[in-house]
């Protein structure tokens, strides 16, 4: 549990707050790359850590994301001519251009010297992974976008998704690196027979493997209490999560947690396609959720996209706003017959059982209300880096400025129940806490 | 009119108030037995006095009200499974008994006693009358139900209905025992001939009797200035609204007030279907009805079941969320011609003319600007009553140990006018507050 | 730009501000005379400077503007039966008339003087012009009504219409009042060529005249940057934008302030309609627009006004409640397209791009964080008006005592560069500010 005092300093993410200083200081999505249109497009409206922003794509091909807001009288350029390398407010026709300048002011006298002061609020922004990422610190040194290992690779090797969740964003992501829900959420009901269920249910094949995973449910159903190894790294954090498997065997899950707002999912084996999420708060009782699926070995393929589109994995079935079909508002379309006889939850797709379950806590859950147990140390550990990181204000966080520490990559194994939870990843990945930088070239 | 802390002090019932404390002491009605289903059925949402809960039934069939938040990580029960003796938490599979008992914790080692320390908020629960009774104070001394006397007779002879109403408990209360309105509100329009207006106004006969009501609408309208006595008793208060009749007689209509949350209405003459209420608070500006209609000494016929469900007496038409469905947002379909020529008000339904009256008074009515007058004695003399009551904290209000005292009867009677309120009741009744608990072995 | 303080001073004007003080001491628009029913029809609601409030003709033809509360209990008098010569509340039958005397409280003792204490806050009110206007302090001298040139005209000269706005009232006035936006805001596309404008752009038309306003365009898109005279008189401000014309002329557009919240549109040339605007504050975040065509000459034929109700000039195209059907909620059907080929704004309509750019700057826009420049000048002026009369408190605003200063005129004018403002209004209007009151009788 965490004091009140502790919940708000760890939830609350807009300007002026120290998680909001914090975010800030890194790169972090801010929208699809899909949906910025080509030079010239209309503007997109995006709310980022409480902030009204527009994203656009000038004449020239740069992106924009600036202030919605126009300076002379706070009119919003949402509204405005994105047009000849600039966005054009229509009350008075103040134009800017990706960086903020003012480039035309023809409210004032040809002599005015008026426009050299003003300027339009505007961050960096960069696309990576068929991601628009931004970095919304305007004071801060600008360091290098994060090497994540899908945005390193050809496109036909990635697939991105967004959705949007109404909740608190940091109880979203602890759903992702609380890996001892698997054995309840996302699985069977209790009355489906363990050996049928990998065939029966592809929810729970949605939230092991894309492939076959017949043994691995069959283990995390029958260990309910994993038992979690917690590795600090540069760039974040490992979390282990060891089930025991058949004879002298153990099933490792293996998460990673890089900061600020990033985890990646613990079920890919050798070959399998991985999954990673990035929760971007829009404001503190909602975030988008960024989810990332790659496979360094061989493209997706498109039967793979198309059961992502339609929500496998733990890519949500969204509508053309990327609101989730299934969600608060209709109660996630739960299916009582459905979990008395099927499934854990009653119901479909792993995304919305996550989602389910995460904005059931409330838009923010009163964390000092909790009882933390031995499955929640990921949890304890990643909440204890998040506090002390926003409590060191002004210091920059050393991750930010360490962009090859986040080609690194994690998933499923298993081994002999001796070994180490490093040494599993030094087998598996060559590293103790799974980086791969040294495959791609800086 | 009340100073704006008295006003407050009446009517915030949530958990850490005054007036929430004293609703605690006593059993309240939570739903309508309907709601709930069979063993093992999915669980219900209730809000009560501001506390999101949830109602199941078990394996076994017993009721467990309890908390909606999980004790591990706040995730919502209602999403739970109602299986085996106890609601499962889908989040980490921690189980809870009716009684708050954790049953099953398996994020836990097997040797681990962190179970023992675990409880989920439980609230005691009955079934009486058709109606779902809770008991919302976890620290007092459990109390024997109270005795009103439709929960004492056969399922046959009672029908119960709620609704919901937008706006405080009290104002709704209070408009149930400020019998004065009768002479308006729920009259024909003054254009109809009062002899005609008995046949012609369905409305005015449901608020006055299921029987023809001749005398009675005459009555109500030619003396629209009532002389109020209170009796005070044991369990409430009894109140006489006294109007001139034919001659030398008096047209006695007779309400109880039931501590916390009663009220009986004051219509039936003897052999008459008898109509009571009961406010529990949602939250403060909203609260459900609980309507019961009983008959002492015959069943309910399947004619006047029809008719209630259908709007009738205070029952209200309502969907099946029991939301009346002529209501606040659509200006209970008010049919001004209507209004003109037929009816006082142009609204359809006894209990949907009270709820606009309600509601139109705002969420939470401001008694600081009242102006107050002679057929106000009963609503002053229930608030004295009850801001005594609360503000005796600490104090257990002597009426919730008396479950015997809330076995009264009220009605309407014509008597000569030189006659007591307290021998109109002694003639009627056989007591002087209506007490007819003799009737009844405990 | 303005302090936070003053911000707030300008924009709030709910009951007990200094601005809604100032407001209050000068009969304001409340209703369209359309709204309001015949003698005993069914009240309205309507909200004005945040007071929830009824208006309602009385059996002999007056009209009431009161407090939709009752006195007694605060019972919403909406649902109230207007007839023989007063408005009756169906909770008790409590009376009013529309000064707000209590007429008959049938809930009293005959002998009671109770009625005698109880009064229902009414407001004078009076029809001029086809608007129905209230004077909503009850403590001050009541003024004679403002002499609009519009409410001295036959009803065929004239005509009006109102529309709901999502915004503070200040902000929306200030749209008026700042001419210069005309260069941006109404125009067709910059691709489109000024000449073939006029006739192939018929928003921008509207915006400047009814009829043909070919030189007018080309003007208005050639001189961005007007420069401003402002002149004061005794009821409020003229505003002279003055823009570069053809040869040794400046093409001037005279706008008029008069205190406390109608501005007269800049664009009729002799002969042609003029239009005027009234915003009444609903509450802080809302208000309503009462717009007025008049024509001193000649009637309004019927092809204007189905061109008005169509939303034509300044009149809005709204539905049945008077809401815009292009609005906030549906971005006003922008058409991205067609403001790429066609029009400044892609928005339909002179009066619904002025509420896309207004609503666009927030519910209250802030002004703390403006940056005005030369053509600000006349809304600097007009909130040192408005600021320093709010200030005056307790000293009654000379211009609601003086009716006849309100009789003004302003539009369109052609003239050569030399000749100022003063001398170009006495040259069109025979007044150096407008007025024309010689023209009619009082």
């Not at 090859?404 to 994690?410: E, G, L, R, S």
């Amino acid at each position: 549990m965490l004091s009140e005092t502790n919940n708000r300093l760890l939830t609350e993410a807009g300007p002026g707050t120290q998680m909001g200083e914090l975010l800030r200081r890194f790169w972090i999505p801010v929208a699809l790359a899909e949906e910025i249109g080509g030079p010239d497009s209309p503007p997109q409206r995006v709310t980022v850590l409480g902030e009204p922003l527009l994203l656009f794509r000038d004449t020239s091909g740069r992106i924009g994301l600036v202030d919605r807001r126009c300076p002379h009288r706070g009119a919003d350029l949402y509204y405005g001519r994105n047009e000849a390398c600039g966005l054009r407010c229509v009350y008075h026709g103040w134009k800017f251009d990706v960086d903020g300048n003012c480039l035309d002011l023809p409210t004032t006298p040809a002599d005015s010297r008026f426009r050299e002061k003003i300027r339009l609020t505007a961050y960096p922004v960069q696309e990576a992974g068929g991601l628009i990422w931004g970095f919304l610190d305007s004071a801060a040194a600008l360091p290098a976008i994060p090497r994540h290992e899908f945005t390193l690779l050809p496109d036909a090797h990635i697939h991105v998704s967004k959705k949007w969740q109404d909740c608190n964003w940091v109880q979203a992501l602890e759903g992702a690196i609380d890996t001892a829900h698997l054995s309840f959420l996302h699985m069977p009901a209790p009355s489906v027979d363990a050996g049928a269920a990998a065939a029966s249910s592809p929810v729970s094949q949605a939230a092991l493997s894309d492939q076959d995973s017949d043994g691995r449910v069959r283990w995390v159903r029958d260990d309910p209490c994993p038992f979690f190894t917690v590795l600090p790294h540069a760039a974040g954090l490992l979390f282990g999560a060891a089930r025991r498997a058949d004879g002298d065997d153990t099933y490792w899950r293996t998460t990673q947690f890089l900061m600020p707002n990033h985890a990646y999912a613990p079920n890919a084996f050798p070959g399998e396609t991985q999954h990673g999420q990035a929760w971007t708060p829009a404001d503190d009782r909602s975030c988008w959720i960024y989810t990332y699926s790659w496979n360094s070995e061989r493209p997706i393929t498109s039967a793979e996209r198309a059961k992502f589109r339609g929500g496998f994995s733990i890519h949500s079935e969204v509508d053309d706003r990327y609101v989730p079909l299934r969600r608060l508002d209709n109660d996630y379309l739960i299916d009582r017959e459905d979990q008395r006889r099927n499934s854990f939850t009653g119901i479909r797709g792993v995304s919305e059982q996550d989602a389910a379950i995460q904005e059931s806590q409330g838009p923010i859950v009163d964390r000092s209300r909790e009882h933390l147990g031995e499955t929640d140390l990921g949890i304890i550990a990643f909440r204890k880096l998040m506090l002390a990181s926003a409590l060191a204000d002004g210091e920059a966080p050393p991750a930010a400025s360490m962009p090859d520490a986040y080609t690194v990559q994690c998933g499923g194994a298993v081994a002999h129940r001796d070994i180490s939870l490093a040494d599993v990843m030094r087998d598996r990945f060559g590293h103790t806490t799974g980086h791969v930088g040294s495959r791609y070239k800086s």
